[in-house]
Nanobody
Framework: EVQVVESGGGSVQAGGSLRLSCIAS????????MGWYRQAPGNDCELVAS???????YYPQSVKGRFTISQDNAKNMIYLQMNALKPEDTAVYYC????????????????????????WGQGTQVTVSS
């Protein structure tokens, strides 16, 4: 079965850190762009980090310098290290795989697959309290 599964969400105080993990199965990372999205109630779905062969590493300004994406090809896993967390980072975080490597969309109304060959997880809640 082709799927990605996130883990590692939780609650933390402002200034703290969390690391999210995502394990992929049913496909390999070769030729796949991987990324993390987030969506808070009332907000658009935002790409907060992506990693891939052609695009390299991408972060929006809102998380640059605080979030780090990495991947372990041997384990078919990606990670999102989140430091200096802020209350506005509170959201459901989703792992996404772009198996065509066409580039993950930076922003959309709702977190859901944009193209037919994208694979998304169910999401993990991150809550940052002030």
């Amino acid at each position: 079965e082709v799927q990605v599964v996130e883990s590692g969400g939780g609650s933390v105080q402002a200034g703290g850190s969390l690391r999210l993990s995502c394990i992929a199965s049913g496909f390999t990372f070769a030729g796949t762009d991987m990324g993390w999205y987030r969506q808070a109630p009332g907000n658009d779905c935002e790409l907060v980090a992506s990693i891939g062969g052609d695009v390299g590493v991408y972060y929006p300004q809102s998380v640059k310098g605080r979030f780090t994406i990495s991947q372990d090809n041997a384990k078919n896993m990606i990670y999102l290290q989140m430091n200096a967390l802020k209350p506005e980072d509170t959201a459901v975080y989703y792992c996404a795989a772009d198996r065509e490597a066409l580039g993950l969309v930076a922003r959309m109304r709702q977190c859901q697959p944009y193209r037919s060959l994208e694979v998304w997880g169910q999401g993990t809640q991150v809550t940052v309290s002030s």
